[in-house]
């Protein structure tokens, strides 16, 4: 269902996180090494972790590469969060975090970075049509406390994928693009200007 890719900053290795349709309530993501072997690319499983809580399905998946952290939306139940790196020996749950607010499915995740620590993630609210926004460091300190900052109204229609970059895109797009597809295949582009906008009028109420 889902699938993510982190790169290990230390080595440069390059892990595949996948999500199956369905699976157990623990060990639901599996983890794997990528190597290149002989001209192909082969995976061999390295982890197996992740709770579920039974409800639906873990499809969205996203990882960021820098702070090393994995998530993933088990829908109609939150976003859960895990260390990245299989080497560390850490298989234990950081935190379960957007678990109010939410009028269906917990879908898409996209990670906007405005600097090494900070930034903003963004989840799906399939069923209103909108994103959830929180601070990409925690909240009050807490790393893994996050509170919402803001819920962004799309076009998109039932979002199931998502991403976000802070790439110097041209004079239309200097700080990046948020891309949200729609059930159809529909992918809709949004000046990620507006929608900081948006996010800091939030904000401030």
């Known amino acids: 269902m889902g699938i993510a890719l982190y790169t290990r900053p230390s080595d440069q290795a390059i892990f595949a996180v996948v999500g199956r349709k369905s699976g157990p309530q623990d060990g639901y993501l599996w983890q794997y090494e990528l190597k290149a072997v002989n001209g192909a690319i082969t995976g061999t499983v390295v982890r197996k972790f992740g709770k579920y809580s039974g409800k639906k399905e873990v499809e969205a998946i996203a990882v960021d590469n820098e702070l090393g952290f994995i998530y993933y939306s088990d829908e109609q139940f939150g976003v859960?969060?895990?260390?990245?790196?299989?080497?560390?020996?850490?298989?234990?749950?950081?935190?379960?975090?957007?678990?109010?607010?939410?009028?269906?499915?917990?879908?898409?995740?996209?990670?906007?970075?405005?600097?090494?620590?900070?930034?903003?993630?963004?989840?799906?609210?399939?069923?209103?049509?909108?994103?959830?926004?929180?601070?990409?460091?925690?909240?009050?300190?807490?790393?893994?406390?996050?509170?919402?900052?803001?819920?962004?109204?799309?076009?998109?229609?039932?979002?199931?994928?998502?991403?976000?970059?802070?790439?110097?895109?041209?004079?239309?797009?200097?700080?990046?693009?948020?891309v949200a597809m729609s059930t159809d295949r529909t992918f809709h582009l949004y000046d990620w200007r507006l929608l900081h906008k948006k996010i800091l009028a939030a904000s401030k109420k």
């Open 80 to 178: 859960r969060k895990y260390v990245a790196d299989p080497a560390a020996k850490d298989d234990g749950e950081l935190t379960v975090f957007a678990q109010e607010g939410f009028s269906a499915d917990h879908e898409g995740i996209a990670i906007y970075k405005t600097g090494a620590t900070t930034g903003y993630i963004l989840v799906s609210n399939q069923g209103s049509q909108s994103f959830m926004v929180y601070p990409r460091e925690g909240s009050n300190s807490d790393p893994d406390r996050y509170e919402l900052l803001a819920e962004i109204p799309v076009s998109a229609m039932e979002t199931d994928g998502a991403d976000a970059t802070n790439v110097n895109l041209g004079p239309n797009f200097p700080q990046g693009i948020f």
